[in-house]
């Protein structure tokens, strides 16, 4: 199966937010739903599912492990559109004043935006 090859105890904390955004969790959920809207999420996430479950010789090759992608992407759906209900609620309780757009998204590694 896959494994991201984190540096031991690595494993169980945030790896891609700076302790900064730790602490301001709202505006990544902010950002994120600014750059994709909820139908592109299930299209990315979806693409990528049936990528991992239908290719051959991947690391899911058995039902077990194509199991266990299915689970992980139904729960990630969930979480991703309870992200997206609380900031639209965030949103309206704000008063709708501010329209949201989309951002774009820069990857601190490479220095590109998408």
Aim: charged residues 35%; proline residues 2%.
């Amino acid at each position: 199966m896959f494994s991201c090859h984190l540096p031991k105890g690595f494993e169980r904390i945030p790896v891609r937010l700076t302790d900064e955004e730790q602490k301001a969790t709202k505006q990544i959920i902010a950002d994120f739903f600014g750059a994709y809207h909820l139908d592109e999420i299930r299209n990315h996430l979806g693409a990528l599912t049936e990528i991992a479950l239908t290719k051959d010789n991947s690391y899911y090759d058995t039902a077990r492990e194509r199991d266990h992608v299915l689970w992980f992407y139904y729960q990630v759906e969930r979480m991703i559109e309870a992200m997206w209900v609380e900031e639209r609620r965030r949103h309206k309780e704000q008063g709708g004043r501010k329209k949201i757009q989309k951002t774009k998204y820069k990857r601190k590694a490479q220095g590109k935006s998408r």
